[in-house]
């Protein structure tokens, strides 16, 4: 968990510094979504699993511990890697971890059954992460994604703010542009459903189901942190500040593909 600095902290981008307070689940939907993908993609012992932008790595160990999948999780930045393969050792997954860049993934052509694309496809050019996901994927393989929708264009000021809270540039997308990116990237989509908000299903008790003991410490964590360092305080300030006025635009929603 956190033993960083304020300095520390400051340097880590978002993703980094939500993991270096504790937390493990940074999708919207979940693991409700998780476990509905799960089903959906029908994972079976031995399926071959690629977790794309697994973050801390707890889709990757469900799918490698509970259904006995063979699971790869790739993330680009290695502190991310590091803390997944602290979690598949300290909870006895044999999932396994690699840095890489979701561009250029460092697997040879049709090696995985399923990919796992949970909250990362939402922040990469779509079609050239698309066309690497194909290349990856044996034919006949599936894609389960969780994306961020948009209600309608989103402005570009409130992009702007998004931009500099994400520190990229987002392209939020509808129901519809997403279900095209995936008919242009030559995918076929199976199943897909879409909540109108972002945080439909988040309730404290499923912030507490998809984070369990760690829920509570990054609670505790936080709120020592805010009242100690100004850094998490204006991290803090700066998520509210964005979140609370744009929440209403955006919702998300998941979809399973199949490379025909
Ligand atoms: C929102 S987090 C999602 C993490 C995890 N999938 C989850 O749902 O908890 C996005 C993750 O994608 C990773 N990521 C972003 N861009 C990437 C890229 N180009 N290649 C590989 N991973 C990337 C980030 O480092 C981060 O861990």
């Not at 940074?26 to 993609?41: E, N, S």
């Not at 829920?215 to 009242?227: E, S």
Request: one cysteine or more; a neutral charge.
């Amino acid at each position: 968990m956190l033993t960083l600095n304020a300095n520390e902290f400051a340097r880590l981008d978002r993703f980094e510094r939500i993991a270096a307070l504790g937390m493990a689940s940074m999708h919207p939907g979940g693991l409700a979504a998780t476990r509905k993908l799960i089903q959906w993609a029908g994972i079976a012992p031995g399926t071959r699993v690629l977790d794309l932008g697994c973050g801390v790595g707890q889709t990757s160990c469900l799918l490698a511990k509970r259904y006995a999948a063979e699971v790869t999780g790739l993330d680009k930045s290695a502190r991310m890697v590091a803390r997944a393969t602290e979690r598949a050792r300290q909870s006895a997954s044999p999932a396994a971890f690699v840095e890489g860049d979701a561009y250029a993934m460092p697997f040879e052509p049709e090696r995985f059954d399923v990919v796992f694309a949970e909250s990362v496809t939402l922040f990469l050019d779509r079609a050239k992460v698309l066309a690497e996901c194909f290349r990856v994927m044996a034919p006949g393989g599936l894609i389960a994604d969780v994306v961020m929708t948009c209600h309608e264009p989103v402005p570009t000021d409130v992009l702007d703010g998004l931009e500099r809270l994400e520190g990229v540039r987002m392209h939020p997308m509808s129901p519809e542009q997403w279900l095209a990116a995936y008919h242009d990237a030559g995918f076929e989509v199976v199943r897909s459903e879409f909540k109108a908000s972002i945080s439909d299903g988040a309730t404290l008790w499923s912030f507490f189901q998809d984070n369990g003991w760690d829920g509570l410490k990054f609670l505790i964590r936080f709120g020592r942190l805010w009242l100690t360092e100004p850094a998490v305080r204006a991290y803090g300030r700066e998520l509210t500040a964005f979140w609370l006025p744009n929440k209403h635009r955006f919702g998300f929603g998941l979809i399973l593909a199949k490379r025909p």
